[in-house]
């Protein structure tokens, strides 16, 4: 049976950096450890004025495109992935095949291009578009580009602004992929829900509070029904679980319930119900009250076991580190977790050939998704490469007024004019895309800047 499955990975952040603790906190007026303990970030990444989504997203995938020695004619399929999208009608995907074609002599003539909407899950669903495309044996043995790129971006002063970001995780996925295959079996969990929508606007109308509840619930979902195909999920199967991170501090409220679901019946619960207890089954409650007061109480002390916090640093903490300091990139979000971990695993020289990760999607509205991977052999050379560390340490430090112009020029009711054109660069761009200025039918354009 062929294999499918990512093949080649690559990063680009935007390159201006938000300092939380040590520019936003004070601004807010707000204590520092909010950000770094209680979300679990150091700082958002975001775009410099002569960037956006189809900057970061074309040269991510011109990266990618070079590291891999491919042309045009080796890509059958373009799908972005972006709920930051400007236009209802053309996908970005032109915008980043046109960006490419100036650099390379071939055409993207007959690669199959499109955009994917499911708020922060759809990079997820691009890479099964392409998955299912190969499957079906329409490739004509070429390979298909996926290109998760967002800004996210939240109203000034809504408290969701403390969580944005900006980047593009552009991925190769080819029959027998050298970097993971995916697994057949999939789960969903899915639900018509309001918690974060964008009706057309650009910055979301969020309840933060229940979108919280609903990741949770979505992914428990997700995962119940991964295990209705897959069989039960126990704590070792799995040597990284690379998460949807709109937040550190939100992965590891996810990971505690994982794990709590991960280990009941198993002899990890019997050996914890010395230190803690078992786990309140709810049939053994009369009132709903009195079993989530016992719920959370066996949570509080599940979290500060050893087995679970040596489970959590090593499957969980590795797949937060870029995402600590870029932020949300929504549908590029898991994409990072999971090359946080591997690039973890590449620096601690882990033998990881063979060793499977639990990939768990979430996009509000919402639904999650859970599929397994499988490290390939090769591993190690597709992530070896990554620049993302160099890149996080390059961004231009913003000052608190800087920001507030930088997320004006990027606001597109604030005079969007002036974007690319009249405000200046931090950054001086360097043998990349950058946004060139308005067409006559309010198009965007772009150039190569050597
Ligand atoms: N020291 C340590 N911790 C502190 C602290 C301090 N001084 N001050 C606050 N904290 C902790 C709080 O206790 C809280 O942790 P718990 O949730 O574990 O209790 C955490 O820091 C955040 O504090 P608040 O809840 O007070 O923060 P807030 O009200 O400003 O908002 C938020 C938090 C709701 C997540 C908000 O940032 C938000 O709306 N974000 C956007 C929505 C979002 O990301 N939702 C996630 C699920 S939806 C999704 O995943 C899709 C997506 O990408 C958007």
């Not at 895309?433 to 965007?444: L, Y």
Request: glycine share 8%; aromatic share 10%.
């Amino acid at each position: 049976m062929t294999e499918v499955g990512i093949d080649a990975i690559e990063i680009w952040t935007g390159k201006l950096k938000l300092d939380l603790p040590n520019t936003f906190a004070p601004a807010k007026g707000e204590d520092p450890e909010k950000y770094t303990k209680g979300l679990g970030l150091n700082a958002s990444s975001f775009p410099d004025t002569y960037e956006d989504i189809v900057t970061m997203g074309a040269n991510a995938a011109h990266r990618l495109m070079e590291h891999e020695g491919l042309e045009p004619e080796d890509i059958g399929r373009i799908d972005v992935a972006t709920e930051s999208s400007f236009d209802n009608s053309k996908p970005v995907s032109t915008y980043i095949a046109g960006c490419l074609e100036r650099v390379y002599d071939g055409k993207f003539s007959h690669a199959n291009k499109g955009e994917r909407k499911f708020a922060c899950l759809a990079g997820t669903q691009s890479i099964d578009d392409a998955y299912n495309w190969i499957k079906a044996g329409r490739n004509r043995g070429r390979s298909a580009l996926v290109i998760a790129t967002d800004t996210a971006l939240y109203a000034r002063n809504d408290p969701g602004e403390a969580t944005q970001g900006a980047g593009a995780v552009a991925m190769l996925i080819s029959e027998d992929p050298e970097l993971v295959t995916l697994s057949t079996e999939q789960g969903y969990g899915s639900a018509d829900e309001t918690d974060f929508l964008k009706p057309n606007q650009q910055f979301p109308s969020v309840d933060g509070k229940r979108s919280v509840q609903v990741y949770l619930a979505r992914m428990r979902e997700a995962l119940q029904d991964f295990e209705s195909v897959a069989g039960r999920v126990t704590v070792e199967d799995f040597a990284y679980g690379p998460f949807h991170t709109p937040f550190p501090g939100m992965v590891r409220k996810a990971a505690l319930f994982a794990y709590r679901h991960m280990t009941r019946d198993t002899a990890i619960e019997d050996d914890l119900a010395e230190e803690i207890g078992r786990q309140p089954r709810e049939e053994a409650f009369d009132d709903d009250e009195a079993y989530e007061e016992a719920l959370r109480e066996y949570m509080d002390g599940l979290k500060r076991t050893d087995a679970y916090q040596e489970w959590y640093g090593r499957v969980i903490d590795p797949t937060l580190t870029i995402s600590r300091n870029v932020g949300n990139w929504y549908t590029g979000s898991v994409h990072l977790a999971r090359a946080s971990a591997l690039r973890t695993a590449f620096e601690e020289g882990r033998d990881l050939a063979g060793e499977r990760l639990m990939v768990g999607s979430y996009g509000s509205g919402a639904q999650a998704e859970i599929h397994a991977e499988t490290v390939q052999d090769t591993w190690e050379g597709k992530i070896a490469d990554l620049t993302i560390d160099q890149q996080i340490e390059d961004r231009y430090d913003l000052s608190y007024e800087e920001y507030e112009r930088v997320h004006d020029v990027h606001n597109h009711d604030v005079d969007s004019d002036v974007e690319g054109e009249d405000v200046e660069g931090f950054t001086a761009p360097a043998e990349e895309f950058v946004f060139d200025g308005w067409g006559r039918m309010g198009e965007r354009k772009y150039r190569f800047a050597e």
